[in-house]
């Protein structure tokens, strides 16, 4: 079955957070400078704006179903549990959203509280994610993380929550992290034992305030490399599946909605600056909130894309997993063969160590090879470089 006639995906953008991390390079506004009632009205105005989205975007599903709904920012969970309900049953409703789906909020750690956390999971949340980010106060503060982490307690509470997948978000090689100081981390994770966590190497995002303070260097990409090295290699020891560049998981809990971004499968984002692939055709809402408010209808730009452009982008993601991409997934997807002179590239690439070759008869999988993990964009720009 060809991906893009598979259950979608549901992605709602809540552009909202108290304050803004200075690693954040995404469209957000602060709260926490507003009137707790001007705050107030503001989200359940946006969350009356994402409603009635919902309504009218749903013929274009076109009846498909979505199995996964993810609340993502920002930060989600300034939304109350009453509007994260009312949003769910707008989703099965309105978009077909299924009895099982998949469905996750992000959380962070100064929102959380186990009676808050179980009214999102009465709600119908059934995966929290913690932005737990750094463990160590020094290390919050060197990256510009403002939400408050209140002690390790927090999060073996978060654990105690029943009835959840528990997922935690956690950044290796912020600047004086060292290998052993990532260790420690790691085998804390261990001890919390999340069933999924998002490990990140730092990355400087151009015009934030954390690029503008730190520049890269040797030394700080050959740290960071060991830092997360350290992380990979005692989550793997620890029955982690290191399933994507950035993501470890228990058997059973890969993130089934992140998945879809990776496999070049169907998705409909609602919200200000959310985007959307559906039909194998991408767009985008590029209004602000103000805009989106003040809009009663749906206002999407297309992202027109050629094929060349989709080849590309199905390898730079599907290169990311553990699994790879296999040539009969892409002529599945895009109707065609792998171009000839990527081939080439491909092969340059196994025999400099970077991705292995895996042939299955007349099929073959492309996946990186521990070297290439380390250097995945890298790989994806030289593996896609001649179809650019």
């Given at each position: 079955?060809?991906?893009?006639?598979a259950?979608?995906?549901?992605?709602?953008?809540?552009?909202?957070?108290?304050?803004?991390?200075?690693?954040?390079g995404?469209?957000?506004?602060?709260?926490?400078?507003?009137?707790?009632?001007?705050?107030?009205a503001?989200?359940?105005?946006?969350?009356?704006?994402?409603?009635?989205?919902?309504k009218?975007?749903?013929p274009?599903l076109?009846?498909?179903?979505?199995?996964?709904?993810?609340?993502?920012?920002?930060?989600p969970?300034?939304?109350?549990?009453?509007?994260?309900?009312?949003?769910?049953?707008n989703?099965?409703?309105?978009?077909?959203?299924?009895?099982?789906?998949?469905?996750?909020?992000?959380?962070?750690?100064?929102?959380?509280?186990?009676?808050?956390?179980?009214?999102?999971?009465?709600?119908?949340?059934?995966?929290?994610?913690?932005?737990?980010?750094?463990?160590?106060?020094?290390?919050?503060?060197v990256?510009?993380?403002?939400?408050?982490?209140?002690?390790?307690?927090?999060l073996?509470s978060?654990?105690?929550?029943?009835?959840?997948?528990?997922?935690?978000?956690?950044?290796?090689?912020?600047?004086?992290?060292d290998?052993?100081?990532?260790?420690?981390?790691?085998?804390?994770?261990?001890?919390?034992?999340?069933?999924?966590?998002?490990?990140?190497?730092?990355?400087?995002?151009?015009?934030?305030p954390?690029?503008?303070?730190?520049?890269?260097?040797?030394e700080?990409?050959?740290?960071?490399?060991?830092?997360?090295?350290?992380v990979?290699?005692?989550?793997?020891?620890?029955?982690?599946?290191?399933?994507?560049?950035?993501?470890?998981?228990?058997?059973?809990?890969?993130?089934?909605?992140?998945?879809k971004y990776?496999?070049?499968?169907p998705?409909?984002?609602?919200?200000?600056?959310?985007?959307?692939?559906?039909?194998?055709?991408?767009?985008?809402?590029?209004?602000?909130?103000?805009?989106?408010?003040?809009?009663?209808?749906?206002?999407?730009?297309?992202?027109e894309?050629s094929?060349?452009?989709?080849?590309?982008?199905?390898?730079?993601?599907g290169?990311?997993?553990?699994?790879?991409?296999?040539?009969?997934?892409?002529?599945?997807?895009?109707?065609?063969?792998?171009?000839?002179?990527?081939?080439?590239?491909?092969?340059?690439?196994?025999d400099?160590?970077?991705v292995?070759?895996?042939r299955?008869g007349?099929?073959?999988?492309?996946?990186?090879?521990?070297?290439?993990?380390?250097?995945?964009?890298?790989?994806?720009?030289?593996?896609?470089?001649?179809?650019?």
């Open positions: 079955m060809n991906p893009q006639r259950h979608a995906g549901i992605y709602l953008h809540i552009p909202f957070c108290r304050a803004k991390c200075d690693y954040c995404f469209y957000s506004i602060p709260v926490d400078g507003m009137p707790r009632a001007e705050s107030r503001l989200l359940a105005r946006y969350v009356q704006r994402l409603v009635r989205e919902m009218l975007r749903a274009s076109d009846g498909r179903g979505a199995d996964t709904l993810y609340l993502g920012g920002g930060t969970s300034l939304l109350s549990p009453e509007m994260v309900e009312r949003l769910i049953e989703a099965q409703r309105e978009l077909g959203l299924l009895p099982h789906a998949e469905i996750t909020i992000e959380c962070n750690p100064e929102d959380f509280s186990p009676a808050r956390t179980g009214e999102y999971r009465d709600a119908g949340v059934n995966r929290v994610v913690l932005g737990v980010q750094a463990f160590r106060e020094v290390e919050r503060r990256i510009g993380r403002r939400a408050r982490l209140a002690g390790i307690e927090v073996h978060f654990m105690d929550v029943p009835g959840i997948a528990h997922c935690m978000d956690y950044i290796a090689g912020a600047p004086g992290m290998r052993v100081r990532a260790g420690e981390d790691a085998r804390l994770l261990l001890e919390l034992r999340p069933e999924h966590i998002s490990a990140y190497m730092l990355t400087l995002e151009k015009g934030t954390l690029a503008a303070r730190l520049a890269t260097s040797y700080l990409e050959r740290t960071q490399r060991e830092a997360f090295e350290s990979m290699d005692i989550l793997e020891a620890g029955g982690y599946d290191h399933y994507e560049v950035s993501n470890f998981s228990l058997p059973g809990f890969e993130s089934r909605h992140n998945l990776w496999r070049f499968m998705y409909l984002g609602a919200g200000a600056s959310a985007h959307s692939f559906l039909g194998g055709e991408r767009c985008y809402n590029a209004q602000t909130v103000e805009e989106y408010l003040a809009d009663e209808g749906v206002t999407l730009v297309r992202d894309r094929w060349n452009a989709a080849a590309v982008e199905l390898i730079m993601t290169i990311r997993l553990s699994t790879g991409v296999a040539a009969s997934y892409f002529r599945e997807v895009l109707g065609r063969e792998i171009p000839g002179e990527m081939l080439r590239t491909l092969g340059a690439l196994e400099e160590g970077l292995l070759i895996d299955e007349p099929d073959f999988r492309v996946r990186l090879t521990r070297e290439g993990f380390f250097r995945s964009d890298e790989v994806a720009f030289r593996a896609t470089e001649p179809l650019l």
